[in-house]
Nanobody, 124 residues
Framework: QVQLIESGGGLVQAGGSLRLSCAAS????????MAWFRQAPGKEREFVAA???????YYTESAKGRFTISRDNAKNTVDLQMSSLKPDDTAVYYC??????????????????WGQGTQVAVSS
């Protein structure tokens, strides 16, 4: 069992930056692949970025070049640095943890644990 708590959301103007952080507690953090998902009003939850236990990273196309996911196993945290934000990035952002992948890394069903979410709002 692992508990995930996100922080760092807020309101920012288009073109601005935000850094989201997810703090994990419970079982050893290094045992988990970590990811960020987001859900906008009226839309399904979608994959944003992931980082494997070994540190390899993956991004959805819209996040490439603008977002950076990183993890600190000593601090039990995974961060999402977001820059050049757009109004379309407005959503609740969720941190997620997976023990292993039986399917696609971008599939929400692969993840065992979820945080409560943090709101990101980007004004135009």
């Amino acid at each position: 069992q692992v508990q995930l708590i996100e922080s760092g959301g807020g309101l920012v103007q288009a073109g601005g930056s935000l850094r989201l952080s997810c703090a994990a507690s419970g079982r050893p953090f290094s045992n988990y692949h970590m990811a960020w998902f987001r859900q906008a009003p009226g839309k399904e939850r979608e994959f944003v970025a992931a980082i494997r236990k070994i540190g390899s990273t993956y991004y959805t196309e819209s996040a490439k070049g603008r977002f950076t996911i990183s993890r600190d196993n000593a601090k039990n945290t995974v961060d999402l640095q977001m820059s050049s934000l757009k109004p379309d990035d407005t959503a609740v952002y969720y941190c997620a943890a997976a023990t292993y992948f039986s399917g696609a890394i971008f599939n929400a069903h692969e993840y065992d644990y979820w945080g409560q979410g943090t709101q990101v709002a980007v004004s135009s």
